[in-house]
Nanobody, 123 residues
């Protein structure tokens, strides 16, 4: 089994920054591709960004230029640096990981999921 635990969420004013972290434990040898999803109230869960073990990454159009995904393979940890935050970024952010080493596309269902961390951006 793989466990993913997110941290770093909170309340921030528009224009501010937050850095999310996700630490994996358990059967970490299974982890290859990683990503971040988010779900706002009343909306479907959406892909924010994903990253492979060699550092290749992709982003949702809505966060390009503002968010940066990264990972530390030795620590089996991924990060999401979020800058220039907007009220529409308010959501629960979920860490995800997969046995496959690939970039995710919208709607991709990862093998492993964290419980989420709340990010609230005030206007």
């Amino acid at each position: 089994q793989v466990q993913l635990v997110e941290s770093g969420g909170g309340l921030v004013q528009a224009g501010g920054s937050l850095r999310l972290s996700c630490v994996a434990s358990g059967s970490i040898y299974r982890i290859n591709g990683m990503g971040w999803y988010r779900q706002a109230p009343g909306k479907r869960r959406e892909l924010v960004a994903s990253i492979t073990t060699d550092g290749s990454a992709n982003y949702a159009d809505s966060v390009k230029g503002r968010f940066t995904i990264s990972r530390d393979n030795a620590k089996v940890t991924e990060y999401l640096q979020m800058n220039s935050l907007k009220p529409e970024d308010t959501a629960v952010y979920y860490c995800a990981a997969d046995d496959l080493d690939r970039l995710a596309v919208p709607g991709y269902d990862y093998d492993y999921w964290g419980r989420g961390t709340q990010v609230t951006v005030s206007s």
